[in-house]
Protein backbone atom coordinates (compact mmCIF):
# COMPACT_ATOMS: atom_id res chain seq x y z
CA UNK A 1 0.00 0.00 0.00
CA UNK A 2 1.26 3.48 -0.93
CA UNK A 3 2.09 5.82 2.44
CA UNK A 4 0.47 8.97 2.62
CA UNK A 5 1.57 12.16 2.89
CA UNK A 6 1.22 11.72 6.31
CA UNK A 7 3.42 8.76 7.05
CA UNK A 8 6.14 9.98 4.63
CA UNK A 9 6.26 13.37 6.77
CA UNK A 10 6.77 11.27 10.04
CA UNK A 11 9.42 8.90 8.51
CA UNK A 12 11.36 12.09 7.33
CA UNK A 13 11.06 13.76 10.71
CA UNK A 14 12.40 10.76 12.58
CA UNK A 15 14.99 10.26 10.10
CA UNK A 16 16.19 13.71 10.77
CA UNK A 17 17.22 14.61 14.09
CA UNK A 18 18.17 18.08 14.06
CA UNK A 19 14.12 18.70 12.17
CA UNK A 20 13.04 16.43 15.42
CA UNK A 21 15.19 18.42 18.00
CA UNK A 22 13.98 21.79 16.53
CA UNK A 23 10.51 20.46 16.55
CA UNK A 24 10.71 19.49 19.88
CA UNK A 25 11.99 23.10 21.12
CA UNK A 26 9.21 25.18 18.96
CA UNK A 27 12.30 26.55 16.98
CA UNK A 28 11.00 25.40 13.65
CA UNK A 29 8.95 27.50 11.12
CA UNK A 30 6.32 25.21 9.69
CA UNK A 31 5.19 26.49 6.03
CA UNK A 32 9.55 26.58 5.44
CA UNK A 33 9.72 22.80 6.83
CA UNK A 34 6.74 21.68 4.44
CA UNK A 35 8.35 23.41 1.26
CA UNK A 36 11.78 21.74 2.48
CA UNK A 37 10.23 18.43 3.11
CA UNK A 38 7.92 18.50 -0.17
CA UNK A 39 11.01 19.55 -2.28
CA UNK A 40 13.25 16.71 -0.49
CA UNK A 41 10.44 14.08 -1.06
CA UNK A 42 9.95 15.27 -4.73
CA UNK A 43 6.13 16.59 -3.94
CA UNK A 44 5.17 19.68 -5.83
CA UNK A 45 1.40 19.73 -5.38
CA UNK A 46 -0.29 22.60 -3.00
CA UNK A 47 -2.32 20.27 -1.35
CA UNK A 48 0.39 17.81 -0.46
CA UNK A 49 2.74 20.92 1.21
CA UNK A 50 -0.41 21.74 3.37
CA UNK A 51 -0.81 18.07 4.20
CA UNK A 52 3.03 17.91 5.27
CA UNK A 53 2.56 20.99 7.31
CA UNK A 54 -0.46 19.33 9.43
CA UNK A 55 1.37 16.43 9.69
CA UNK A 56 4.22 18.23 10.96
CA UNK A 57 2.23 20.32 13.81
CA UNK A 58 0.60 16.61 14.78
CA UNK A 59 4.15 14.95 15.06
CA UNK A 60 5.08 17.86 17.67
CA UNK A 61 2.27 17.42 19.01
CA UNK A 62 3.64 13.62 19.96
CA UNK A 63 6.63 15.36 20.89
CA UNK A 64 5.45 16.79 23.79
CA UNK A 65 5.26 13.53 25.47
CA UNK A 66 9.16 13.16 24.79
CA UNK A 67 9.64 16.26 26.15
CA UNK A 68 7.86 15.15 29.90
CA UNK A 69 10.33 12.20 29.74
CA UNK A 70 12.96 14.27 29.13
CA UNK A 71 12.86 16.47 32.16
CA UNK A 72 12.33 13.13 33.97
CA UNK A 73 15.51 11.86 32.75
CA UNK A 74 17.39 15.24 33.19
CA UNK A 75 16.03 15.19 36.75
CA UNK A 76 17.45 11.74 37.39
CA UNK A 77 20.89 12.79 35.97
CA UNK A 78 21.22 16.17 37.87
CA UNK A 79 21.23 13.45 40.67
CA UNK A 80 24.25 11.21 39.28
CA UNK A 81 27.87 11.20 40.11
CA UNK A 82 30.46 10.84 37.85
CA UNK A 83 34.27 8.38 38.21
CA UNK A 84 36.88 9.06 36.28
CA UNK A 85 39.63 6.35 35.87
CA UNK A 86 42.21 8.14 33.69
CA UNK A 87 45.24 5.35 31.70
CA UNK A 88 42.96 2.83 30.77
CA UNK A 89 43.61 0.13 28.14
CA UNK A 90 41.10 -1.89 25.89
CA UNK A 91 42.57 -5.52 24.43
CA UNK A 92 40.16 -7.11 21.60
CA UNK A 93 41.32 -10.71 22.15
CA UNK A 94 40.40 -13.74 19.64
CA UNK A 95 37.63 -16.19 20.92
CA UNK A 96 39.60 -19.23 20.45
CA UNK A 97 41.96 -19.25 23.39
CA UNK A 98 42.01 -20.68 26.99
CA UNK A 99 38.88 -19.46 28.98
CA UNK A 100 40.39 -20.95 32.59
CA UNK A 101 43.26 -18.24 31.54
CA UNK A 102 41.17 -15.35 30.92
CA UNK A 103 39.35 -16.12 34.14
CA UNK A 104 42.83 -16.27 36.28
CA UNK A 105 43.78 -13.01 34.55
CA UNK A 106 40.52 -11.32 35.66
CA UNK A 107 41.44 -12.90 39.26
CA UNK A 108 44.96 -12.01 39.51
CA UNK A 109 43.76 -8.13 38.49
CA UNK A 110 41.30 -8.28 41.01
CA UNK A 111 43.27 -9.83 43.77
CA UNK A 112 45.80 -6.49 43.23
CA UNK A 113 42.23 -4.49 43.14
CA UNK A 114 43.08 -3.63 39.75
CA UNK A 115 40.09 -2.41 37.36
CA UNK A 116 39.28 -5.36 34.96
CA UNK A 117 35.99 -5.96 32.67
CA UNK A 118 35.70 -8.67 30.71
CA UNK A 119 32.93 -9.14 28.01
CA UNK A 120 32.30 -11.79 25.83
CA UNK A 121 31.51 -10.84 21.87
CA UNK A 122 30.03 -13.34 19.28
CA UNK A 123 33.73 -13.82 17.72
CA UNK A 124 35.87 -11.93 20.41
CA UNK A 125 36.77 -11.40 23.93
CA UNK A 126 37.03 -7.66 24.89
CA UNK A 127 39.15 -6.54 28.11
CA UNK A 128 38.96 -3.42 29.92
CA UNK A 129 41.64 -2.53 32.43
CA UNK A 130 44.35 -0.28 33.74
CA UNK A 131 47.28 0.36 31.21
CA UNK A 132 49.96 -1.01 34.55
CA UNK A 133 48.81 -4.57 33.50
CA UNK A 134 49.32 -3.97 29.48
CA UNK A 135 52.38 -6.25 30.48
CA UNK A 136 50.60 -9.11 31.96
CA UNK A 137 48.16 -9.32 29.61
CA UNK A 138 50.78 -9.57 26.19
CA UNK A 139 52.97 -12.12 28.25
CA UNK A 140 49.41 -14.51 28.21
CA UNK A 141 47.68 -13.12 25.25
CA UNK A 142 50.12 -11.89 22.64
CA UNK A 143 49.32 -14.49 20.00
CA UNK A 144 45.75 -13.79 20.15
CA UNK A 145 45.03 -9.95 20.49
CA UNK A 146 43.63 -8.70 17.54
CA UNK A 147 44.01 -4.82 18.63
CA UNK A 148 44.69 -2.99 21.67
CA UNK A 149 43.74 1.08 22.50
CA UNK A 150 45.88 2.90 25.05
CA UNK A 151 45.04 6.61 26.83
CA UNK A 152 41.70 5.89 27.47
CA UNK A 153 39.54 7.14 29.88
CA UNK A 154 36.47 5.43 31.70
CA UNK A 155 33.54 7.54 32.73
CA UNK A 156 31.36 5.49 35.74
CA UNK A 157 28.31 7.36 36.01
CA UNK A 158 25.93 6.61 39.38
CA UNK A 159 22.70 7.29 39.45
CA UNK A 160 19.34 6.83 41.44
CA UNK A 161 17.83 3.71 41.85
CA UNK A 162 14.56 5.27 39.13
CA UNK A 163 17.22 5.34 36.38
CA UNK A 164 16.03 1.22 35.91
CA UNK A 165 12.36 2.42 35.23
CA UNK A 166 12.83 5.38 33.22
CA UNK A 167 13.12 4.48 29.53
CA UNK A 168 15.35 6.69 27.18
CA UNK A 169 17.98 7.66 29.75
CA UNK A 170 20.84 5.33 27.51
CA UNK A 171 19.39 6.76 24.18
CA UNK A 172 19.81 10.25 25.57
CA UNK A 173 23.25 9.82 27.18
CA UNK A 174 24.69 8.19 23.72
CA UNK A 175 22.67 11.11 21.70
CA UNK A 176 24.35 13.66 23.92
CA UNK A 177 27.95 11.66 23.02
CA UNK A 178 27.06 11.91 19.03
CA UNK A 179 26.29 15.26 19.30
CA UNK A 180 29.37 16.63 20.72
CA UNK A 181 31.30 14.59 18.26
CA UNK A 182 32.81 12.21 20.81
CA UNK A 183 33.25 8.07 20.16
CA UNK A 184 32.19 5.75 22.68
CA UNK A 185 35.02 3.54 22.19
CA UNK A 186 32.94 0.79 25.12
CA UNK A 187 29.69 0.83 27.29
CA UNK A 188 28.65 -0.43 29.82
CA UNK A 189 25.48 -0.43 31.94
CA UNK A 190 25.22 -2.44 35.61
CA UNK A 191 22.07 -1.21 37.46
CA UNK A 192 22.41 1.87 38.35
CA UNK A 193 26.09 2.42 37.11
CA UNK A 194 26.32 3.55 33.32
CA UNK A 195 29.95 3.38 31.99
CA UNK A 196 32.08 4.94 29.18
CA UNK A 197 35.13 4.46 27.54
CA UNK A 198 36.36 7.71 25.47
CA UNK A 199 39.75 9.22 24.36
CA UNK A 200 41.67 10.77 27.18
CA UNK A 201 41.46 13.92 24.84
CA UNK A 202 37.49 14.06 25.04
CA UNK A 203 37.37 13.89 28.68
CA UNK A 204 36.98 17.91 29.25
CA UNK A 205 34.64 18.38 26.79
CA UNK A 206 32.36 15.14 27.96
CA UNK A 207 32.55 16.17 31.36
CA UNK A 208 30.98 19.66 30.08
CA UNK A 209 27.80 18.20 28.45
CA UNK A 210 27.62 15.58 31.16
CA UNK A 211 27.05 17.61 34.12
CA UNK A 212 23.61 18.38 34.51
CA UNK A 213 21.99 21.10 37.30
CA UNK A 214 19.78 20.28 39.72
Not at 44 to 72: C, H, P, V, W, Y
Not at 171 to 180: A, H, V
Request: charged share 30%.
Amino acid sequence: MEKTTAELTGEYIREHPDIKNCLKKGLINYSSLSRHIAKELDIEKKTSKEAILIAARRFRQGLKKELDNERKIKHILSRSELEIRNKIIVFILEKRLDIDSLNDLEKIIRSDSGLCFVLEGSGNYTIITQEKYEPLIDKRFRSRTIKKSRSLTLITMTSPKDIETTRGVVSFLTSLFGENGVNIIEFLSCWTDTLFVIDSSDLQKTIAFLSFSS
